[in-house]
């Protein structure tokens, strides 16, 4: 079984060399909904993917939380990304597969992928 | 529908997290001689009237404000119910909110437990200033995961540090292997 003191030797090594996160609102948001209509549509590869994609790719100031329903349920699961000082950009009906690019193009190389916003998939 | 009992669990959780609880104790009980899987999810949050009380377990109450369904409980009461099992849900204003189901545990139409790390993981990392209690059983034998436990060891260190995140998820997967002993559910 997987013991406490593993735990406690993470803190001891993380103590002091922490840099804890900004949470003065220059973080970016990625905020993934996650009621009963996210879930079923599958928000939760979805959420996992930017989970673990954030960690592998080492994005220190990007924050991955959830929220409940905004009532688009239809467009679930529902992605936005909240950058300080821009426009919230919402993708909508994403997988696991589209998040790989959200993060490589959006999140990293700062282009919004405009594809699967939801301006372009309602024209 | 929601085809798991942990997407269930990982969606009624998210009402003790509205509720404002400071402590959401879910336990997960497996066992084979009643043949039953038990869920219980406790919180300790704002609760609700004996009005709501009642009106929860109707697919056409909600309340948000976008639409006017609200499906999360009841699912989770049909899943159940559709298996012998059994619903109850109590609560009090100002005490918190108790939900208890229970499913029997070889019935065709149970639905598979499902990814129960997934959901525990996610509500631990992403509500990183709550509390949790997480105990699974099967057949008497049981692990915990307390957040309380952890956050005293760790003091300000977060817990979606990646280092602690993926200390998290290893913990539950390697209990909940352990308490398996090679079965699934």
Known sequence: ???????????????GQVNLRAEDGSAVRVVVGMATCGIAAGARPVLNAFAEGVQEKGLKDVMVTQTGCIGLCQYEPIVEVIEPGKEKVTYIKMTAEKVAEVIEQHLIGGDVVKKY??????? | ?????????LDVAQNSISAGAALTE????IDS???????????DGCGMTEE??????????????????GLGVPFFKTAAENTGGSFEIASEVGVGTKVKAVFGLSHIDRMPLGDMVFTIHTLVTLNSSIDFLYRYTVDGKSFTLDT????????DVPFNVPEVSEYIKSYLIENSEEVNGGRSF
């Open chain 2, 33 to 43: 001689v009643s043949d039953t899987l038990t869920v219980c999810i406790n919180d």
């Open chain 2, 52 to 69: 709501q009380l009642l009106a929860v377990t109707d697919p056409f109450y909600t309340t948000r404000k976008t639409r006017k369904i």
């Open chain 1, 1 to 15: 079984m997987k013991t406490l003191e593993e735990l406690m030797a993470i803190r001891n090594k993380m103590q």
């Open chain 2, 26 to 29: 879910i336990t997960v009980d």
């Open chain 2, 1 to 9: 529908m929601l085809p798991e009992i942990s997407l269930n669990i």
């Open chain 2, 148 to 155: 309380r436990q952890f956050r005293e060891i760790l003091g």
């Open chain 1, 117 to 123: 916003t939801i301006s372009t998939e309602l024209k």
